[in-house]
T-cell receptor, first 113, second 113 residues
């Protein structure tokens, strides 16, 4: 079946360390991927996106890597801070005229002081 | 920074009653969406809307659901006869173009009694 999913349900990291959150997708027709952060009581907040013609994109403290060969997406957060604690979702958009996003299940990032 | 706003933040409704959830998308965005998130689960697509018509909908979006853009700023989701299983967080999102990031509001928590 077609799905977007996350490998681990929770991730605990020490403040200051780097975090890596992984996501697998199964639809090879997907051409656009987004990482969202969701804090308690709030909506998904856009972090970074990447198109399928790229394999890496960097933002402020975050990097997204896309490996189309194995259908794998990762989010790297440098120097993780307490404010990074949240649930992280990857989402895919299939190609063509479709604009809907298909979300993965979400992984909780917990930052230890 | 412009943001998507949703009202009310919490709506409690008796089963069988109609409910209207309201959203004000970001002003220069052209694509509008509704998603829902049942507690503890992933975000699910309901419907996308462009140029005053539905462009895509999921199987969740049955005849009990409708969307409307009654004026130049509001985007509403109506559930005609609510069921217990409609209880969820409902998120509105908007994007400038179909292949641009979708920005989410903080949601309306819908509780059906």
């Amino acid at each position: 079946g077609e799905s977007v999913g996350l490998h681990l349900p929770t991730l605990s990291v020490q403040e200051g360390d780097n975090s890596i959150i992984n996501c697998a997708y199964s639809n090879s027709a997907s051409d656009y991927f987004i990482w969202y952060k969701q804090e308690s009581g709030k909506g998904p907040q856009f972090i970074i996106d990447i198109r399928s013609n790229m394999d890496k994109r960097q933002g402020q403290r975050v990097t997204v890597l896309l490996n189309k060969t194995v259908k794998h997406l990762s989010l790297q957060i440098a120097a993780t801070q307490p404010g990074d604690s949240a649930v992280y979702f990857c989402a895919e958009r299939r190609g063509g005229a479709n604009s809907k996003l298909t979300f993965g299940k979400g992984i909780t990032l917990s930052v230890r002081p | 920074e412009p943001e998507v706003t949703q009202t009310p933040s919490h709506q409690v409704t008796q089963m069988g009653q109609e409910v209207i959830l309201r959203c004000v998308p970001i002003s220069n965005h052209l694509y509008f969406y509704w998603y829902r998130q049942i507690l503890g689960q992933k975000v699910e697509f309901l419907v996308s809307f462009y140029n005053n018509e539905i462009s895509e909908k999921s199987e969740i979006f049955d005849d009990q659901f409708s969307v409307e853009r009654p004026d130049g700023s509001n985007f509403t989701l109506k559930i005609r006869s609510t069921k217990l299983e409609d209880s969820a967080m409902y998120f509105c999102a908007s994007s400038r173009e179909a292949d641009q990031p979708q920005h989410f509001g903080d949601g309306t928590r819908l509780s059906i009694l």
